[in-house]
């Protein structure tokens, strides 16, 4: 009903400033883009329960950032030949600026041979 999505978007307005508040006392959070590597896509062409059970899957942790509207950016960190993967950095919504300028120095890093 209409009631019903106008608490649902008031109840994640309030899961928004909660995650705001819990996350405001640091630069960045750090975790994997994806919980698991991606799979080739030849190993999902044949299945749709198997390719949209991935796909749910790999796009989870995304997912609840930008739920909680969050900033977040990846950084692939795969050595050649490795299937791709990726190190994602968050932060409170507005933050885009600051978390871009902490991206580019870990990339500065990771790429450090």
Known sequence: ???????LCWKREELIARMSA?????DALVLPTCPVVAPKL??????????????????RNCAFFNFLDCCAITIPMQRPGDL???LMLAAA???DAK??????AVEHI????
Do not use: M, T, Y
């Open 1 to 7: 009903s209409c009631a019903e999505f106008i608490r």
């Open 22 to 26: 819990e996350i405001a006392p640091f």
């Open 42 to 59: 030849d190993a999902l062409e044949d299945d749709d329960g198997r390719f949209w059970e991935q796909n749910a899957l790999l796009s």
């Open 84 to 86: 791709p993967s990726g």
């Open 93 to 95: 919504g507005g933050h």
């Open 99 to 104: 978390l871009l300028a902490i991206a580019a």
């Open 110 to 113: 990771l790429l450090q041979p």
